[in-house]
Each structure stands twice: as C-alpha cells, then as structure tokens.
C-alpha cells in the first residue's frame, strides 16, 4: 500500500448498493475504514419490508 496505516471514510447514498458495498469493506478492512456515510435520499421509504432490513443505519457502522 502506498500510505500503509492510512484510514479511510466512504460517502455514499442509499439509492442503490452503497450501503452493502460499504458493509462488506468495512468487515474485510476494519483496519483501514474509519467510518462510512450514508447519504438517505428524500421519500426512500424505508417503513416497508423490504427496506427495513436493509436500511444503511443496520449496514454500516463506525469502526472504534
């Protein structure tokens, strides 16, 4: 790595995958995420089934 100790934030939104992409580096690079964003989009619904599952509150998480 170019910067090896360099931890990183990811930004992004909750229209399409972000949430998930960024769930599954954060558990393969603990080391090197510090935190994720997530941007929630104005009328995502995020009552229904489907989403509140998934919604990024439950995907993502600071690493200490």
């Known amino acids: 790595a170019a910067r090896p100790g360099q931890r990183f934030i990811l930004f992004g939104d909750d229209n399409h995958t972000d949430p998930y992409v960024y769930r599954d580096i954060m558990r393969a690079y603990p080391e ?14 995020l009552s229904s089934p489907q989403r509140r599952s998934r919604t990024a509150k439950s995907c993502i998480s600071q690493t200490p």
């Not at 090197?32 to 619904?45: F, K, L, N, Y």
Request: net charge positive; charged share 30%.
């Open 32 to 45: 090197r995420i510090a935190a994720a964003v997530i941007h929630r989009h104005r009328g995502t619904d």
